[in-house]
């Protein structure tokens, strides 16, 4: 199913010639797909990493086993980290990382409950990091997320680039 945030966001990207790549580690892989699914995907998608294990943060996207065990995987400061490595591994001109808490169990606390999203951008050495706080159980927060960045990518492309 084509969701219209994506297809938003994919008009925008193939009018203005932008490259996107992404890690996910909360949502897992979804972001990635429903861009996928839009038309001509081929000329803006580059690819994602899923790093949902703190293994492949550090082994792969070169988070630094210190940062997660400072602010937990599921941080602004590790999500940051997440969009960096997936840059320097699948070049773009905008790349994006997510995590955050779907199900109890993980680094949640008060200050950071079941639900709490992060999302950064980064375009031109530039990064935006956003917090977020969805309701819900596990698939209806990934369903949020999903919607809040086409959203955000959206507008972050038609008031910035």
């Given at each position: 199913?084509v969701?219209?945030?994506?297809?938003d966001?994919?008009?925008?990207?193939?009018?203005?010639?932008?490259?996107?790549s992404?890690?996910?580690?909360?949502?897992?892989?979804?972001?990635?797909?429903?861009?996928s699914?839009?038309?001509?995907?081929?000329?803006?998608?580059?690819?994602?990493?899923?790093?949902?294990d703190?293994h492949?943060?550090?082994?792969?996207?070169?988070?630094?086993?210190?940062?997660?065990?400072?602010?937990?995987?599921?941080?602004?400061?590790?999500?940051?980290?997440?969009?960096?490595?997936?840059?320097?591994?699948?070049?773009?001109?905008?790349?994006i990382?997510?995590t955050?808490?779907?199900?109890?169990?993980?680094?949640?606390?008060?200050?950071?409950?079941?639900?709490?999203?992060?999302?950064?951008?980064?375009?031109?050495?530039?990064?935006?990091?956003?917090?977020?706080?969805?309701?819900?159980n596990a698939?209806?927060?990934?369903?949020q997320?999903?919607?809040?960045?086409?959203?955000?990518?959206?507008?972050?492309?038609?008031?910035?680039?």
């Amino acid at each position: 199913m084509v969701i219209p945030e994506m297809l938003d966001c994919n008009r925008l990207l193939v009018d203005k010639q932008l490259s996107l790549s992404l890690a996910e580690s909360a949502t897992a892989g979804h972001v990635t797909a429903a861009f996928s699914l839009t038309p001509n995907a081929g000329n803006f998608l580059k690819g994602g990493i899923i790093c949902y294990d703190p293994h492949v943060k550090e082994a792969v996207l070169h988070v630094s086993h210190d940062m997660i065990d400072r602010y937990t995987a599921e941080s602004a400061e590790v999500t940051e980290a997440i969009t960096k490595g997936v840059h320097r591994i699948i070049p773009a001109d905008i790349s994006i990382g997510i995590t955050g808490l779907l199900k109890p169990g993980g680094s949640e606390t008060a200050q950071k409950p079941v639900g709490t999203i992060f999302i950064c951008m980064l375009y031109r050495h530039v990064c935006i990091n956003e917090r977020h706080c969805f309701k819900g159980n596990a698939e209806e927060i990934v369903q949020q997320t999903l919607l809040e960045t086409g959203k955000r990518l959206c507008r972050f492309i038609t008031t910035q680039i």
